[in-house]
């Protein structure tokens, strides 16, 4: 089946733990991206990778960091995170835009 | 101004009406766009693409672009209460790496 999957589907953590969120996909796409969900303000980027080693900074990447080092999997790094990344995080891909984005299920996070 | 707007709502209609879902846009050059669905603590999924003027259909939804207007928008037929979501509209500008949403429109269909 293809999918996106991202790990994990909820995680609370404290303010400057290191977290990673997974993000695999087995579609073969070459264009991946993370996106963060707050109520009012939608879906908005924080980064995307067009290809395996290319990675570029979308609309809020401060305090995030991301690696493309296989095709499939695009992870997301918190080093540090801080309460105002408590967020509803979503991980997508496609075979280059314009084509339609496909989602994984999401990851709740809640940084105390 | 922001780049895709959409009316917050919620919009609420009957069972079985038409529900009409607008969406503006700011960039002239935006070729592709989207209209997704999202159920409350779920993930977005694809419900329509749209490319060129004119009207789309597929199923009980029709997708309307005016690119001299710069809106899109969706009309879903017969609204059932499984139609009750957060449509949210999306815009690629052309570029290889942006697609840009709206913050979405909440749909209610009641008995």
């Known amino acids: 089946e293809a999918q996106v999957t991202q790990n994990p589907r909820y995680l609370i953590t404290v303010t400057g733990k290191k977290l990673t969120v997974t993000c695999s996909q087995n579609?073969?796409?070459?264009?991946m991206s993370w996106y963060r969900q707050d109520p009012g303000l939608g879906l908005r980027q924080i980064y995307y990778?067009?290809?395996?080693?290319?990675?570029d900074k979308g609309d809020v990447p401060e305090g995030y960091k991301v690696s493309r080092k296989e095709k499939r999997n695009f992870p997301l790094i918190l080093e540090s995170p801080s309460p105002n990344q408590t967020s509803l995080y979503f991980c997508a891909s496609s075979s280059l835009l314009p084509s339609p984005l496909h989602f994984g299920n999401g990851t709740r996070l809640t940084v105390t | 101004q922001k780049e895709v707007e959409q009316n917050s709502g919620p919009l609420s209609v009957p069972e079985g009406a038409i529900a009409s879902l607008n969406c503006t846009y700011s960039d002239r050059g935006s070729q592709s766009f989207f209209w997704y669905r999202q159920y409350s603590g779920k993930s977005p999924e694809l419900i329509m693409s749209i490319y060129s003027n004119g009207d789309k259909e597929d199923g009980r939804f029709t997708a309307q672009l005016n690119k001299a207007s710069q809106y899109v928008s969706l009309l879903i037929r017969d609204s059932q209460p499984s139609d009750s979501a957060t449509y949210l509209c999306a815009v690629n500008t052309g570029t290889a790496s942006k697609l840009t949403f709206g913050t979405g429109t909440r749909l209610q269909v009641t008995l």
């Open positions: 990778s067009m290809n395996v080693e290319v990675t």
């Open positions: 579609m073969n796409h070459e264009y």
